[in-house]
């Protein structure tokens, strides 16, 4: 196999990008995971404020509304990226594996003898 050929550059190459996109997923999922947080408390205050269990300030009307909706936007723009790096995950992933199957592999028996 020719010099070129060898495919255990790009197999690191793939692997260092791997290792960057399920960074980014890891962050995307915490996000989400934030976002679904600022929604429940959010619709949370924003529902006992309704009961009149804890006073009708503007500010946290507000407060709560903002929590909403801003969890909402979170949530929608880190699903849709999370979704997006999956897919890169498993496009990497399959490039690798093919990567590695035109590897010319050899048993480690069939290396060098070692000489008694």
């Not at 804890?54 to 801003?70: D, E, H, N, P, W």
């Not at 999370?82 to 290396?111: F, K, M, P, W, Y």
Request: some cysteine.
């Amino acid at each position: 196999m020719a010099e070129e050929d060898d495919p255990t550059d790009e197999i690191s190459q793939l692997e260092a990008r791997l290792e960057a996109l399920a960074e980014r997923a890891e962050r995307c999922r915490k996000i989400i995971m934030v976002s679904k947080t600022a929604i429940a408390a959010g619709a949370l205050l924003l529902l006992v404020m309704m009961l009149g269990l804890f006073g009708s300030g503007a500010t946290a009307a507000l407060g709560s509304i903002a929590a909403v909706l801003g969890g909402i936007v979170s949530l929608g723009s880190n699903t849709s990226t999370l979704q997006q790096t999956t897919a890169a995950i498993n496009a990497a992933e399959a490039h690798r594996s093919e990567l590695i199957g035109r590897i010319d592999l050899r048993l480690v028996s069939d290396g060098p003898r070692k000489l008694n």
